[in-house]
């Protein structure tokens, strides 16, 4: 297995590889060399305008984390950040005032948005910022199209008695504190995949499906028409690893965002809502957490290869423990 394609979103993802990259390292998964070479397609609805800025925090976070520059404390953002920037522009009163750019975190999406007004896409500016991070992976946005999660919460002083923000806003101004009543992707249908994902994901030969957000990270990722697809007619093996542990989400907001597409915040229905691929769905196998060893049967019933295992990423040879499991299961 010398190509592995991950679907990434933010912290969970860029933790899950870490480990991925220390179990290739270590020589610690079995089948995989040495010299594997993994790619990686982001999230890339996570995105949103700041300040005429291009933000792409999923992205970020894969590129800071690998690349050794991330605030291991917050999980997101540099390390060592200072906030100059957005305190002068809260005294101007400057909104929004919800999302904070870091100086150092500015210089990123200062080049990005001069590289995407002088008409480079996505991907190439990707590219190009990665040169200087050095990840150790190749980081592909899912789509060089804008595309945007939007979440529908109540509030009773609309007519309608509900409004739509910003994925961004749901979680970081209302820490998804309000339920989310609907996830509206905007401009996903008409997206098309990056340069080099279906590739990707066709030539791989191991696809992994990490415990991230599966409504607003792999969801919208395998929501880019053509994407599913690609990933449901792999020759590859797809292992995906459960979010939810124990009957609830680490870290993040799954058990909202699931609770807005109408999916039971389990293990069990996770798996389930991913789907086998010899039932149409997208995984060949799912692991799920010790505690949650209950949904074995079922899941297996509707044809997963399914194991229990310790799922809690508490460091990278942990993480590859994991990996190495789901590789037992594929054979």
């Not at 009543?181 to 590739?199: I, S």
Request: aromatic share 4%.
């Amino acid at each position: 297995m010398r190509a592995i394609t991950v679907l990434s979103g933010g912290m969970g993802g860029a933790r899950f590889l870490q480990g991925l990259l220390h179990g290739i390292a270590a020589g610690s998964l079995p089948g995989v060399p040495a010299d594997a070479e993994v790619t990686v397609v982001a999230n890339t609805a996570d995105d949103i305008w700041v300040h005429g800025l291009k933000v792409c925090p999923d992205l970020d976070t894969v590129m800071y984390t690998l690349g050794d520059g991330i605030d291991l404390e917050r999980g997101w953002g540099r390390r060592e950040e200072t906030w100059s920037v957005r305190t002068e522009l809260a005294a101007y009163g400057v909104e929004p005032t919800w999302f904070g750019l870091g100086d150092r975190d500015v210089a990123t999406h200062l080049v990005r948005t001069q590289m995407l007004d002088a008409g480079y896409p996505l991907s190439a500016v990707t590219e190009a910022l990665c040169r200087r991070w050095q990840p150790g992976v190749r980081l592909l946005p899912m789509t060089d199209d804008r595309v945007e999660t939007h979440v529908a919460i109540a509030d009773p002083d609309s007519p309608s008695g509900k409004r739509v923000v910003h994925f961004q806003e749901y979680w970081v101004r209302l820490r998804a504190s309000v339920p989310a009543e609907t996830v509206v992707v905007v401009g996903q249908d008409a997206a098309t995949p990056g340069p080099g994902v279906l590739e990707a994901i066709g030539s791989a030969d191991l696809v992994l499906v990490p415990p991230s957000n599966p409504v607003v990270s792999v969801g919208t990722i395998l929501g880019v028409p053509g994407i599913r697809e690609a990933v449901a007619g792999t020759p590859a093996p797809v292992i995906g690893l459960s979010p939810i542990v124990g009957g609830d989400h680490v870290r993040g907001m799954a058990a909202q965002m699931l609770a807005a597409i109408g999916v039971a915040v389990s293990a069990e229905a996770v798996g389930l809502h991913y789907g086998a691929r010899s039932a149409g769905g997208v995984l060949d196998a799912w692991l799920v957490d010790e505690r949650d060893a209950a949904a074995l049967p079922a899941l297996r019933a509707a044809g997963l290869r399914a194991d229990a295992v310790p799922l809690l990423m508490h460091d990278p040879a942990a993480t590859a423990a994991m990996i190495a499991a789901g590789l037992a299961l594929v054979g």
